[in-house]
């Protein structure tokens, strides 16, 4: 039966009660706002309460393990009055309205009215079609990184292959030799570990059997026994368990919530992974930690960006002085400078014609600025980006010096114009218009925050 009693208002709802909603709730209590915190889990931080092993990386604490980091966050937030703490509930239905902001309805039937609406839903790992078919049921022997986490300290001694090139699969690989097992670590490109681990790795050389830059297997197929593995370049092989480490994806349950009571509303829902774009903040909707799919996800980074996502929602409830400029001109006015259609001649290319003498090419540039405050009257020119600078820049950098590949002169355009004040962003073009008689040749480059 629906809840019939009236929706709990708040100023805020925090979707996720990992290290990043944490800390968020933690600052939003300290900023005098009133939180619900939703967690799907009995408890706070739960994904890492398996993750019993020391770490070196958290700042503070070396060899400290996140589970205890984990109960530790958990225990401060529910010691705040003001963080509405609730464990085993998952939303349901969302629902957003203009001038009202977002209406949670929960499955239990519970509704809670909120002013401004933060995700931190964290990460689900990768579980790519062709090694976790849908149509199968799943097996003990074929993990993926969260299967692998939870068993691996009483994992009976075997043959174990390891799918990854990344901190995760080389850190499990020394772990997992250290305890008798057989290792394979099998990797699509080169190790992507930091150098400590790899270097580690590279001592156990006579223990672990490494196959970097291999391409992944054709199949997997898991019986209660083991794990057939078949592959072009190895064969059929057989193991006792196999482990799918092939990185995290941000979880996109509270992602779809959002986008279809967006659209519902008549609103452009924002693209996955979420990303703090500006504006959205106008509609009271924050994004922080690893569901934004950040590049680097750690337990430091989600506390940060908790942080960082408190201070925009209360810059997003706080109400304006008065001749202060709405949040949407603050927030919302991303100024661009594009410059297209920029012809002249280059030094470029490897073919022997190319070398004797500049050809043409077509240069079109966007340099992102972020967000500016609306200006309604003339301002001093040296208090903004001059558009001639970035043309003067681009005609140097591709006349300089002759330079071989366009990719390479795309990167010294990106960095070049990266330098500049105020620039949050570059997206490049570079056209060679006579290279071929029938066609154009072009290739595009984009670098820093869009």
Not at 5 to 17: C, E, K, L, N
Not at 66 to 75: E, H, I, P, S, V
Not at 95 to 120: T, V
Not at 321 to 340: D, Y
Request: with cysteine; glycine share 10%; proline share 6%.
């Amino acid at each position: 039966m629906p809840n019939s009693q009236p929706p709990t208002p708040y100023d805020v709802a925090i979707m996720g009660g990992g290290p990043a909603g944490c800390s968020a709730a933690s600052w939003l209590h300290q900023l005098g706002l009133n939180v619900a915190l939703i967690e799907r889990e009995p408890q706070l931080c739960a994904s890492l309460q398996s993750l019993q092993f020391g770490q070196d990386w958290v700042l503070g604490a070396p060899g400290q393990n996140l589970a205890t980091l984990g109960q530790q966050y958990a225990r401060h937030i529910e010691s705040l009055s003001a963080v509405q703490v609730l464990l085993g509930h998952s939303v349901a239905h969302l629902d957003w309205a203009a001038g009202e902001g977002w209406r949670l309805q929960l499955q239990d039937g519970r509704s809670l009215n909120a002013r401004a609406l933060l995700l931190a839903s964290g990460l689900k790992p990768l579980r790519p079609e062709v090694f976790f078919p849908t149509s199968t049921t799943n097996s003990p022997r074929l993990m993926d990184a969260l299967g692998l986490t939870a068993c691996r300290d009483h994992l009976a001694p075997g043959r174990m292959l390891l799918l990854g090139g990344g901190d995760n699969a080389v850190e499990n690989a020394l772990f997992l030799q250290a305890r008798g097992h057989q290792v394979t670590l099998w990797s699509r490109s080169d190790w992507r570990a930091q150098q400590s681990l790899v270097e580690r790795l590279r001592a156990q050389a006579e223990v672990i059997t490494v196959r970097p830059r291999s391409a992944m297997p054709t199949r997997l197929s898991a019986d209660t026994a083991g794990v057939s593995v078949q592959s072009q370049q190895f064969g059929d092989e057989r193991f006792d368990h196999v482990a799918v480490l092939l990185g995290f994806e941000a979880e996109p349950s509270a992602w779809l919530l959002v986008g279809d009571a967006l659209q519902r509303a008549g609103v452009t829902a924002p693209s996955h992974p979420f990303r703090d774009e500006p504006r959205f903040a106008p509609l009271g909707l924050f994004v922080a930690g690893d569901a934004s799919g950040r590049q680097h996800p750690s337990v430091q980074t989600a506390l940060g960006d908790g942080v960082v996502a408190a201070k925009a929602v209360e810059t997003f409830l706080r109400p304006l002085s008065e001749g202060q400029p709405t949040l949407a001109m603050r927030r919302n006015n991303r100024q661009i400078i594009h410059i297209t259609g920029l012809r002249f001649g280059a030094n470029l290319g490897v073919l022997d014609f190319e070398r004797e003498g500049p050809q043409p090419i077509q240069v079109d540039a966007e340099v992102n600025l972020g967000a500016q405050a609306i200006v309604s009257r003339d301002a001093d020119i040296g208090h903004v980006l001059d558009y001639r600078r970035v043309r003067a820049i681009i005609i140097d950098e591709c006349t300089a010096e002759h330079t071989d590949l366009l990719e390479a002169l795309l990167g010294k355009l990106c960095t070049r114009l990266m330098k500049l004040p105020g620039v949050a962003g570059v997206r490049i073009k570079v056209t060679k218009l006579e290279i071929f008689p029938d066609c154009q040749v072009a290739i595009s480059a984009e670098c820093g925050a869009w």
